[in-house]
């Protein structure tokens, strides 16, 4: 089973949100999921606030993102160079901000937090349906079955 990977440094700096929804979006269609799959848009999603936190709440000069398309599990890394972990917490009704993490918890199958020795990854999974991929075949899945022999 082949796998695909995009890895990308950028600036800590607010656009690079934008800029890694475009990578990640630009990277999953080149491997064959359908543009307009909702699976596409949750990954993307997820993507951008992983970002976002490590931009706004973090302040780190650089943030690494790893996207990587395996079968049909999708893995996205976000790294940064601060050694303090998120929390998971409910924000207040009138709160503008601090929903990053749930909406990744809400969209991924899996999702993590690890310390680094430069720091720490954020990253997500993602499950991708048979009916998101244009061709099943270009992934390696044929008869509608899964990596795991599974029928989809």
Not at 86 to 102: H, N
Request: hydrophobic share 40%; glycine share 8%.
């Amino acid at each position: 089973m082949e796998t695909h990977r995009h890895s990308f440094v950028l600036p800590g700096e607010p656009h690079a949100v934008a800029d890694t929804r475009h990578r990640v979006f630009g990277a999953l269609c080149r491997w064959g999921l359908q543009a307009d799959s909702d699976v596409l848009h949750s990954i993307e999603l997820a993507a951008s606030e992983l970002v976002t936190n490590a931009v706004k709440h973090v302040g780190s000069k650089h943030v690494s993102v790893d996207v990587q398309l395996c079968g049909r599990l999708v893995r996205i890394d976000v790294c940064d160079a601060s050694h303090e972990l998120p929390r998971l917490a409910l924000p207040g009704a009138v709160d503008e901000s601090g929903r990053g993490l749930i909406i990744v918890a809400a969209l991924a199958t899996r999702y993590d937090v690890e310390l680094t020795p430069t720091g720490k990854r954020c990253w997500a999974e993602f499950e991708v349906p048979l009916q998101a991929l244009r061709s099943p075949n270009h992934l390696g899945l044929t008869d509608a079955r899964t990596p795991e022999g599974k029928v989809g």
